[in-house]
């Protein structure tokens, strides 16, 4: 133990008389252990922004979608399927469930005469489910059933087309038709991206299911239920067959996935993700390695002399091998720790984490494994590169120090 508190403080000694050398060599790792940080941790904020995507399509992982439909193609009564669901469902307590009617066309009063828009006829859950985002506003609460002037969420481009009139004064859209009258904008949802002009209704379903005796002959509805992954491959086939129970014959009812992780090659393409970042930081670290272990053969070279000199007062060729060994491995990992702290101090910044990807939501925290794995890379490359110079260490013998 002694020897080894005495190698180290030969180590510390070095570092404090080699500052220049020693500073040149820590900015590169620490520069290569930072960037190899920074890519494990970036890795982790896109894997959460590619699911926040895929979410919003298809829901969020287990998302069940259950649809009915007939085997000769009439209109099945929406009404009694939906009473159905409704009692199998509260058997099972799920705690977000939604019903989705698509195919319904509203005639929209605009600025210029009548258009025909789509809509989606959908229950305050959708949201939820499929962490719907709005550019301004807010979603459906399960209380806007009962107001007077029921509440939609229109898209930006059909937003613009009405006068852009900001939320703080109520703008109201007027439909015609069977569900016809004056409806509150309360929320205004972003274009999907570049040269997105789709104008689009959302309309809570028991709002508008009150003004209308049936759903238009095109239209259709499916429901979602968002129950996790822990109990979908459980729940879903009884789901399946307490629906089916009893069904009008000629009638078929579906329950499958729609979400992302049920999805073929969804773990293969994370996977590959993992292998790509991973195989970068690998080069970025061997990169700093090799810088590193090359400034420290360089510095080994001016180093003859001293290291004779003390050959010649006694110390053992252990004590100079652990102290040309633990110089490289102390640097180093002050180093790492250092480009650690300041990818840490950036990543934290929600500014920088929402530019870099933009509509992400539930922004997790700083992944310790990234930190963790710089450290290591630290101590590793520390190692590797002392271990080389320290060898060379070993072969300086007491002659070599008068030849120098």
Same mark, same amino acid.
Request: no cysteine.
């Given at each position: 133990?002694?020897?080894?508190?005495?190698?180290?403080?030969?180590?510390?000694?070095?570092?404090?008389?080699?500052?220049?050398?020693?500073?040149?060599?820590?900015i590169g790792i620490a520069v290569s252990v930072g960037a190899l940080t920074a890519v494990v941790a970036i890795s982790e904020y896109q894997r959460q922004f590619q699911a926040e995507q895929s979410d919003r399509w298809g829901g969020r992982a287990a998302t069940v979608v259950v649809s009915?439909?007939?085997? /000769?193609?009439? #209109?099945? &009564? @929406?009404?009694?399927?939906?009473?159905?669901?409704?009692r199998v469902s509260e058997r099972f307590g799920f705690s977000h469930t939604a019903r989705i009617a698509q195919g319904v066309l509203l005639d929209v009063q605009l600025p210029d005469g009548i258009a025909q828009v789509p809509a989606r006829v959908i229950d305050p859950a959708f949201s939820q489910i499929h962490r719907e985002r709005l550019l301004e506003g807010r979603w459906f609460l399960d209380s806007d059933v009962e107001a007077m002037a029921p509440p939609v969420v229109i898209t930006e481009p059909l937003w613009e087309r009405l006068g852009r009139v900001p939320l703080t004064q109520h703008p109201t859209v007027t439909l015609s038709g069977p569900a016809g009258g004056t409806y509150q904008v309360v929320g205004i949802t972003p274009r999907q991206g570049f040269g997105d002009e789709e104008l689009?209704?959302?309309?809570?379903?028991?709002?508008?299911?009150?003004?209308? /005796?049936?759903? #238009?002959? &095109? @239209?259709?509805?499916?429901?979602?239920?968002?129950?996790?992954?822990?109990q979908v491959d459980q729940i879903a086939p009884v789901l399946a067959m307490d629906l089916r129970a009893g069904l009008p014959e000629g009638q078929t009812v579906t329950v499958n996935r729609s979400d992302w992780a049920a999805q073929p090659g969804a773990l293969d393409a994370q996977a590959t993700f993992e292998m790509v970042t991973g195989g970068i930081a690998a080069l970025i670290l061997a990169l700093g390695a090799l810088s590193l272990i090359n400034i420290q053969l360089v510095a080994m070279r001016q180093r003859v002399r001293e290291?004779?000199?003390r050959r010649a007062f006694g110390a053992s060729s252990g004590r100079v091998f652990f102290a040309v060994f633990l110089e490289s491995l102390?640097?180093?990992?002050?180093?790492?720790?250092?480009?650690?702290?300041?990818?840490?101090?950036?990543?934290?910044s929600e500014w920088i984490i929402t530019s870099m990807f933009y509509g992400i939501q539930d922004i997790p925290p700083f992944p310790m494994r990234a930190a963790l794995i710089g450290l290591l890379a630290s101590v590793i490359v520390g190692a590797v590169s002392g271990f080389i110079p320290a060898l060379v260490a070993l072969r300086v013998k007491v002659i070599d120090a008068i030849r120098f």
């Open positions: 133990m002694t020897g080894f508190l005495g190698a180290l403080s030969d180590a510390w000694a070095e570092i404090r008389v080699h500052k220049l050398r020693v500073l040149l060599s820590l009915v439909s007939s085997d /000769d193609g009439t #209109p099945v &009564d @929406a009404d009694e399927f939906d009473a159905r669901f409704s689009r209704v959302d309309l809570l379903y028991d709002a508008y299911r009150a003004r209308v /005796d049936a759903l #238009p002959a &095109d @239209a259709w509805t499916q429901y979602e239920i968002w129950m996790g992954t822990g290291i004779g000199v102390v640097a180093t990992t002050v180093a790492g720790v250092i480009g650690i702290a300041i990818v840490v101090a950036v990543l934290r």
